[in-house]
């Protein structure tokens, strides 16, 4: 009984990996980007 609960725990843990992986990025997955170009503030590369 233990044991299937963990394997389907990590069987779900496995497929919401690949599914954001592949298709979708929840928002507090994402990244974050910076919005400014590298160089705009004149001292620099991506000051």
Not at 7 to 25: D, S
Request: hydrophobic share 45%; proline share 2%; aromatic share 12%.
């Amino acid at each position: 009984m233990l044991q299937e609960i963990l394997v389907l725990i990590t069987f779900a843990g496995a497929l919401f990996y690949l599914f954001t992986k592949l298709i979708w990025t929840p928002g507090f997955l994402k990244k974050k980007s910076s919005t400014k170009a590298c160089g705009t503030t004149g001292k620099g590369c991506c000051d």
